[in-house]
């Protein structure tokens, strides 16, 4: 009977030993999958709060033919750490590879036979806002998604020589969106 017990206590302590294991195994697999599962979303959160955001405006001048519009005073900045480009030339050069929402409006009084300008990648035009001709003073919206990749330069050319309205009259925009 002794045997009997002693076989029967160490059965239940072998089962309980197994069960415990499991139940420690589990648990592992569970914390495991929640830090996995923490640490993709803090990664997401970390890119999603660290997206390019860039607003560019000009003082208001004649910009001469085929030349850059020189968007040269930020006006917002996120996320870029260098903003020389556009400070300089009025061209923005990409830091970080994605998905890129391009917004361009130019306000004029050029008359001519209807103007337009012309957003560009790398030197290739993307994009072209074009402004009938009957019409004074107004304003010329351009909006465009692009990839874009490390180094990667965008900036807006007009067609003709033209006056460009300056301050909030007359922007560049970017925004990171993926």
């Not at 139940?23 to 979303?41: A, C, I, Y």
């Not at 405006?57 to 030349?67: H, N």
């Not at 870029?80 to 050069?93: L, P």
């Not at 004029?108 to 009938?132: E, F, I, L, M, S």
């Amino acid at each position: 009977m002794k045997n009997e017990t002693h076989n029967l206590e160490s059965n239940i302590n072998n089962k309980i030993s197994q069960s415990i294991t499991a139940v420690k195994k589990e648990m592992m697999n569970n914390v495991q999958h929640l830090q996995f599962g923490l640490n993709d979303t803090l990664s997401k959160l970390d890119r999603m709060s660290n997206r390019v955001v860039l607003s560019a405006w000009l003082s208001g001048e004649t910009v001469a033919s085929s030349a850059v519009i020189p968007f040269k005073q930020v006006h917002t900045s996120h996320g870029i750490n260098d903003i020389t480009s556009i400070g300089n030339e009025g061209k923005f050069t990409c830091e970080k590879s994605g998905l890129y929402l391009i917004s361009v409006y130019v306000a004029t009084n050029a008359n001519a036979a209807g103007y337009y300008y012309h957003v560009y990648k790398n030197n290739q035009r993307v994009a072209t806002a074009y402004r009938h001709p009957q019409s004074y003073i107004i304003t010329v919206t351009v909006i465009v998604a692009e990839r874009l990749q490390t180094n990667d330069t965008v900036y807006v050319k007009n067609a003709q020589q033209m006056y460009v309205y300056g301050g909030s009259k007359s922007a560049f925009s970017i925004i990171q969106i993926g």
